[in-house]
C-alpha cells in the first residue's frame, strides 16, 4: 500500500521560499503522477501543480505560475514543490497526492498534510 508523507512547511515571511517534500513508502512512485493541493480554513481544497509520473509534464494553477515549481527524483521517491515569492494568500495546509494513472484519473493516495503560514 502507497503511504505518502508530506514535509517542508512551517511559517515564512511574505517574498520567502520553502521546499515542500512528498515521500513515499510501500511502492515506488515511478507510476505515479503526483498532485500537490492546498486547503486554506474555509476555503475548498484546490489543485496547485502536477507532475506526470515520468517528469515530462508539469501544470501549474494561474495563482502559483511562475513562483512555485514541482518536481521529482524517482530515486529518492519524493517528489518536490520548491515555493518562492510566497503570499500571505499561499497559506494554507498542503498535500500530496498520488495518481495511478495520471494527474486527474486513476486510484487516488492522500499524504496527511503539512502547514504552510506566510506571514510577517
Known amino acids: 500500500q502507497l503511504q505518502l508523507v508530506e514535509s517542508g512547511g512551517g511559517l515564512v515571511q511574505p517574498g520567502g521560499s520553502l521546499r515542500l517534500s512528498c515521500a513515499a513508502s510501500?511502492?515506488?512512485?515511478?507510476?505515479?503522477?503526483i498532485g500537490w493541493f492546498r486547503q486554506a480554513p474555509g476555503k475548498e481544497r484546490e489543485e496547485v501543480s502536477c507532475?506526470?509520473?515520468?517528469?515530462?509534464?508539469?501544470k501549474y494553477a494561474d495563482s502559483v505560475k511562475g513562483r512555485f515549481t514541482v518536481s521529482r527524483d524517482n530515486a529518492k521517491n519524493t517528489v518536490y514543490l520548491q515555493m518562492n515569492s510566497l503570499k500571505p494568500e499561499d497559506t494554507a495546509i498542503y498535500y500530496c497526492?498520488?495518481?495511478?494513472?495520471?494527474?486527474?484519473?486513476?486510484?487516488?493516495?492522500w499524504g496527511q498534510g503539512t502547514q504552510v503560514t506566510v506571514s510577517s
Open positions: 510501500g511502492s515506488t512512485l515511478d507510476n505515479y503522477a
Open positions: 507532475i506526470s509520473s515520468s517528469g515530462g509534464s508539469t
Open positions: 497526492r498520488a495518481s495511478s494513472w495520471s494527474c486527474s484519473l486513476g486510484t487516488y493516495y
